[in-house]
């Protein structure tokens, strides 16, 4: 179509509109693209004398998809006013695409309408049918496109004002909305800072508990110790007496004396025993003893105790197997809590063995050293094994007497040189205690 008296922008926007609603834009889409066009060509034909106007249809190389584009070509090189500028601002609202192409001696002004997905398909034989139906159809009047204009306006403006009054409802919805938020925020708030305030009571009187727990336990210590000290001397005075009385200086015993005598020195070495390790306990609780960090040769410390626990093995069906660490075997640690640890796991696996054998052993996984003491004992339950290491706590059924202070012993030495003391065990076959310790030191 050519562009070049005022009753032409009447009849380009009246033929867009008809070419759009042929090929399937939605009439919203209609109004849109016929508003943007007619003020383009208002501008061309005041800036460049008119134009020459294509309506092109089909799928666009840009990646829209279906595409309506209109091209208006005008002659020369075309720049639009500060208010032309200010329309096209405008008219890029109203459309997909708004492009402005420089040709050799003519400037394109192109603007492009995606058509909606149901849409049918626009190929060859569908773009020549349309082609003839617009041909045959006789144009109308500009007052009746002026009045088609009207109409368009007056549904425009029912829309804006249907929008208008949903917004209000939905402002006043919100505004309701907030008041309940609002409300609820300050009932939180209330309930929060009525939380906080017995949580800070809460922790005031856990502090409280907390001090006297620890001083609770302080005088458990100071008790055991006190009481420990106090029991020392008469014990081993009692196991000194039996040792005159049996000695082969002393004025012969019956047969019935010399076993009473030997009970009493049995049980007061059973004592001296259970003296000895509440005082190691009370000395670990309250926090005095220290660690003298050396380097360790496990060489040397499983000689020793191989020595001086072999005794210890009397049941023949036992045997009692240290095995020689793989070399080099240092390790960073205080050698005589370490013996205390491992002598402690061995004399409870020979107490509790009846037959087979209690096996040490040592290897190196790497920057930890992993000692193992396994037995073939009786085993313990899995529901009991978290308790072995609470303190006076002993299995029950066990015919073996123990005061069950050994292993929780055992675990505070091995926590205060910076390792682990794991137990895993299964009745009928056995337990192992696997301490796992820092090469390094703690």
Known sequence: MSLRVEHDIFMVRQRGREVAAAIGLEYQDQIRIVTALSEVARQLLARAGGADVTFRAGPDPGGLGQILRIDLVASGAVALSERGRGYAAAVERLVDRLETVREDRSTVFRMSRRLPASAPVLNRERLTDLRARLADKLPGTPLEELGLQN?????????????????????????????????????????????????????????????????????????????????????????????????????????????????????????????????????????????????????????????????????????????????????????????????????????????????????????????????????????????????????????AAGTGLGLPYAKRLVTLLGGTLDLTSEPGRGSTFVVSLPAAGG
Do not use: C
Request: no cysteine; hydrophobic share 40%; charged share 25%.
């Open 151 to 399: 109409e368009q306006l007056v549904t425009a403006l029912d829309e804006v004002r249907s929008q208008r009054d949903e917004l209000a409802v939905l402002n006043e919805e919100l505004r309701e909305t907030n008041h309940g938020v609002m409300a609820l925020y300050s009932q939180l708030s209330e309930e929060l800072e009525a939380t906080n305030q017995g949580v800070v009571a809460l922790y005031a009187e856990l502090d409280e508990k907390s001090a006297q727990l620890r001083a609770a336990s302080e005088a458990k210590s100071r008790f055991l110790a006190n009481v420990s000290h106090e029991l020392r001397a008469p014990v081993t005075a009692i196991i000194g007496l039996g040792r005159l009385l049996t000695d082969s200086s002393s004025e012969p015993l019956t047969g019935e004396q010399a076993r009473q005598v030997g009970l009493i020195r049995s049980s007061a070495s059973d004592l001296l025993s259970l003296v000895n390790e509440l005082l190691d306990l009370a000395k670990a609780e309250s926090g005095r003893l220290e660690v003298s960090w050396a380097d360790v040769d496990l060489k040397v410390v499983f000689g020793q105790l191989r020595g001086t626990l072999r005794a210890l093995a009397t049941r023949p069906e036992v045997e009692l197997v240290v095995e020689e660490p793989p070399q080099p075997a240092t390790i960073r640690s205080d050698e005589v809590l370490l013996a205390q640890v491992l002598r402690n796991l061995l004399h409870n696996g020979l107490k509790f063995t009846e037959r087979g054998e209690v096996r040490m052993r040592a290897e190196r996984s790497g920057d930890q050293w992993v000692l193992s003491v396994t037995d073939t004992g009786p085993g313990i339950p899995a529901e009991l094994q978290g308790r072995i290491f609470e303190e006076f706590y002993q299995v029950p059924g066990r015919s």
